[in-house]
C-alpha cells in the first residue's frame, strides 16, 4: 500500500469536505481526521496538511453570502476567515497533543527559485520539530493573474517541492469515475491511473459544490504535477468518519503512480511548473536530441509561442503540437525569434553580443 510505504504525506482537504453546507467548520469530522494524522504520526510519518476553507468560514463570521463575491472584496474576506480556520484547528489538534504552525503560499512563492527553496526550508524544519503545517493560499494578496485559484494544484506543487512521497486529495466523491457518479449510476470507479491520456482526461467532468473551487479537472492536471515529481496521488472520499483509514482498509479510491522515479530537487521544481511563460516548436531532430540527454540549440526551433524573459520556464512541443519537455529558457522570446533555425556559433553576429550556445541547458530541462 502506497500510504504505508511513505514517510513524507501531504493530504488536502477541500472546502466541501471541512464546512457543512450552512457554513460551519465539521468539529467532530476533524477531531476523527486528527486521530488518523495521530496514528501516521506514531508510524514516524511526517504529515503536511493543504486547507481551503478561508474564504467560506469569513463569510460564516460576516453573514455575507460566497457567491458574487468580487476578488478585492474575497481578499478581505480571507484575511478574517484565515484566523478562523487556524483557530479551529489549532484547537482541535491541541487536544491530541499535536502543534500546528501556518504557512500561507502565493503562485510566485512557488514559481520563483528561490523562494520555492525558502519554503521547502521551512517546511522542512517545521517536520523536524514535529510540527504538522498548514498550507494555504494567500488568497488576501494573490489576484487572478498570479493564483492557483484551487488547492488541487497547490497542495501537488508543495508535494513536489518538499519532495514528499505521497498526496492524498480528500474529495466529495471515492475517486475518478468513468462518467460522473452524481448523474449516473452504472459508472465505474477507476482504481490505477498509469498515464494520464485523453480517456482519463474526458472522464475527469468538473463537479459542481457550494464551496469548492476546482473539479476533477484540476484534481488531473495535480496528478500530472505528481506523476511527473515521483510522487504517488490518491483522490479519495473525504466524507468518512475516519478518511485515511477508510483508504488503508478498504482501498476505495483512485491511485495515480509516479512516470517516473524522483528527480533532483532543481528538476522537480522546474517540471511541477503551473504557470509556464510561453512554448517553443522543435524538430524532429531536437526531439530525438533531447530524449538523449542533450541541450536544446537554437537550429531545431522552428517557432515560438507567446512572450517571455530569459530565466522563464517555457514548455517544449513537438511539431504535432505534444509536449516533450519543459525547462528554463537562457533567452527572451524576442531573441529567440532572431536565432530560431541558425546554428549556435552565428548567435553573436545575429544578436551583436555573446550569449549562451543553448536555448535550454540540459541541466535545464526535463523531458516529459
Not at 481526521?33 to 467560506?56: E, H, T
Request: charged share 30%; aromatic share 4%; net charge positive.
Amino acid at each position: 500500500m502506497y500510504i504505508d510505504k511513505s514517510k513524507k504525506i501531504v493530504i488536502k482537504i477541500g472546502s466541501s469536505i471541512l464546512i457543512d453546507e450552512k457554513g460551519k467548520p465539521k468539529k467532530l469530522w476533524l477531531k476523527e481526521l486528527v486521530r488518523d494524522i495521530k496514528l501516521l504520526i506514531k508510524q514516524k510519518k511526517q504529515i503536511v496538511i493543504v486547507s481551503s476553507g478561508a474564504i467560506a468560514l469569513g463569510c460564516e463570521y460576516l453573514g455575507i453570502k460566497k457567491s458574487g463575491l468580487k476578488i478585492d472584496k474575497s481578499q478581505a474576506v480571507a484575511s478574517i476567515g484565515q484566523i478562523e480556520l487556524m483557530d479551529f484547528y489549532k484547537k482541535i489538534f491541541d487536544k491530541s497533543k499535536i502543534k500546528i504552525s501556518q504557512i500561507l503560499l502565493t503562485l510566485n512563492d512557488t514559481e520563483q527559485r528561490r523562494r520555492s527553496i525558502n519554503a521547502r526550508r521551512t517546511i522542512d524544519n517545521l517536520l523536524a520539530m514535529g510540527i504538522v503545517p498548514i498550507v494555504n493560499e494567500n488568497d488576501t494578496t494573490a489576484t487572478t493573474e498570479i493564483k492557483y485559484g484551487d488547492n488541487d494544484r497547490l497542495a501537488a506543487r508543495v508535494s513536489q517541492i518538499i519532495s514528499a512521497d505521497c498526496l492524498i486529495l480528500l474529495s466529495d466523491v471515492d475517486g475518478l469515475y468513468t462518467d460522473n457518479p452524481k448523474k449516473n449510476k452504472e459508472t465505474k470507479l477507476i482504481k490505477t491511473v498509469k498515464e494520464i491520456d485523453e480517456n482519463i482526461k474526458g472522464y475527469a467532468t468538473r463537479a459542481e459544490n457550494l464551496y469548492g473551487s476546482g473539479g476533477m479537472k484540476t484534481k488531473i492536471e495535480a496528478a500530472k504535477i505528481c506523476q511527473l515529481s515521483g510522487c504517488y496521488m490518491a483522490i479519495a472520499n473525504g466524507n468518512h468518519k475516519n478518511p485515511i483509514k477508510e483508504i488503508l482498509e478498504n482501498q476505495k479510491c483512485t491511485w495515480f503512480l509516479p512516470k517516473i522515479s524522483k528527480l533532483d530537487a532543481r528538476k522537480q521544481w522546474i517540471i511541477g511548473s503551473i504557470a509556464p511563460k510561453g512554448e517553443v516548436i522543435i524538430d524532429q531532430g531536437a526531439v530525438k536530441a533531447i530524449n538523449n540527454g542533450k541541450s536544446l540549440l537554437p537550429a531545431g526551433i522552428k517557432k515560438i509561442n507567446g512572450t517571455f524573459e530569459k530565466g522563464d520556464h517555457i514548455l517544449v512541443k513537438d511539431q504535432n503540437g505534444i509536449e516533450c519537455a519543459r525547462g528554463l529558457t537562457s533567452f527572451s522570446s524576442f531573441e529567440i525569434e532572431k536565432i530560431k533555425g541558425s546554428h549556435s556559433k552565428e548567435i553573436k553576429n545575429i544578436l551583436g553580443y555573446s550569449s549562451r550556445e543553448e536555448i535550454i541547458h540540459k541541466d535545464d530541462l526535463v523531458k516529459v
